[in-house]
């Protein structure tokens, strides 16, 4: 964007939010290393889940919330709300961002009055409706956008699904176990461990020394796919493995032609 039109979309937002703010607030357009970050946030991500944001602005080659600034007497634009947001834009390599700037005068009290508050008054999570929508995410690509992180995954286990209107989402428990018996002793090896057989829709018994290569693979596609949760990662290895299968099936019949 030349100069001479990212003045231009300025004076077309400047009017624009006249229109819809008064004089108080303004929409626009900067470049995300140009905003005031706070220097004091009580607002912290983790590591990781800073990383999936920045990934997904990435991806998306822009932000999908505006955030909040208050533009100084000398023309600074300091991000009261979205710090987090414009950092990653900033690491993610975004020219320009969208911003809404507040832009009457406001006290230094006043500003951090609204700082917390869009940090406090964000409402709370259904856990069975957040559970619900989970298990409708199709693609592991997806669920990792969706930026919930292992632990809350684990609480969504332990919620049961109850919905009125819509039939519940199936969900079937598949349980490995790695020994050093024989398959001859598998109704013994049940036995003992009876309780997770009897919650498992299926259980595999595998010989005891493929267990390391079975966690080994899982962490390799983690650290391949960037998939902190192992859940996903065997998800993963399934569309990987799929994929190949039906290569394999497509080139079957050209050999067989040959």
Sequence with gaps: MSEDIFLQRNEELAAL??????????????????????????????????????????????????????RHDDGRLEVLSGNHRVKASIEAGIPHILVLAITEELDKSRRIAIQLSHNALVGEDDQSILANLWAQIESVQDKLYSGLDSEEIKELGDVELVNFSTPQVPAHMVTFMFTDGERDQLSEILDLLADAAKRASAVHVCPAEQYEAFTRIIADVKNAEKIRDSSLAMTRLMEIAADYLEKQAAETPKEAAQ
């Design 17 to 70: 939010s006249r229109e819809m703010f008064g004089e108080g607030m303004c929409l626009m357009v900067v470049a995300p290393a140009s905003l005031t970050l706070l220097k004091d946030n009580a607002r912290f991500f983790k590591r990781e889940t800073f990383r999936q944001l920045r990934d997904n602005i990435a991806a998306d080659k822009r932000l999908s919330s505006v955030p909040l600034c208050y």
